[in-house]
T-cell receptor
């Protein structure tokens, strides 16, 4: 079983809509969770991190964590074509392993 | 700091040849990770080091792959002999000690093509 699972997509949303990206993880001792964005041909870059159950908002982005259900999600409000990219969920296990999901490709249509 | 530096950016080699990928982490970072990214398998963790010591190499696909970190500022990933299925983008990333708010910083990647 993969440590971090994501739907590969692509997820297509119209400009201005809310994009919802989901991620599940297998290890209950996971402590830190991250969302990275990767544009085609580029390296991943950090968007948000979250450690506690609940929501964390940063501009148009909201990360949601539910440790009991072992999932973390990312909501992008007012989606823009420039948000079109692959979004990678990452988890730190036991403070020593940094695992990434395979990523979900998001297409925002003008 | 210039960030994580990888070289070369692109590598084309013939099957059976040895390939060496290089990485310079951000100064002061204790952790260094090597990842491989393909369309089929996504971003896979190959191996990671803590303070120059290999901690977990369970992601290394087979004995043809080896990685070293002789000092805190340099690491190599070697493939010998290379095969077409090794074609992928290889990323190196580094991070400070892994605590709650740690972020992994990625290099620009090396696109490897084995023909």
């Amino acid at each position: 079983q993969k440590e971090v699972e994501q739907n590969s997509g692509p997820l297509s949303v119209p400009e201005g809509a809310i994009a919802s990206l989901n991620c599940t993880y297998s290890d209950r001792v996971s402590q830190s969770f991250f969302w990275y964005r990767q544009y085609s041909g580029k390296s991943p870059e950090l968007i948000m991190s979250i450690y506690s159950n609940g929501d964390k908002e940063d501009g148009r982005f909201t990360a949601q964590l539910n440790k009991a259900s072992q999932y973390v999600s990312l909501l992008i409000r007012d989606s823009q074509p420039s948000d079109s990219a692959t979004y990678l969920c990452a988890v730190i296990y036991n403070f020593n392993k940094f695992y990434f999901g395979s990523g979900t490709k998001l297409n925002v249509k003008p | 700091d210039a960030g994580v530096i990888q070289s070369p950016r692109h590598e084309v080699t013939e099957m059976g040849q040895e390939v060496t990928l290089r990485c310079k982490p951000i100064s002061g970072h204790d952790y260094l990770f090597w990842y491989r990214q393909t369309m089929m398998r996504g971003l896979e963790l190959l191996i990671y080091f803590n303070n120059n010591v290999p901690i977990d190499d369970s992601g290394m696909p087979e004995d043809r792959f080896s990685a070293k970190m002789p000092n805190a500022s340099f690491s190599t990933l070697k493939i010998q002999p290379s095969e077409p299925r090794d074609s992928a983008v290889y990323f190196c990333a580094s991070s400070p000690p892994l605590m709650r708010n740690t972020e992994a910083f990625f290099g620009q990647g090396t696109r490897l093509t084995v023909v």
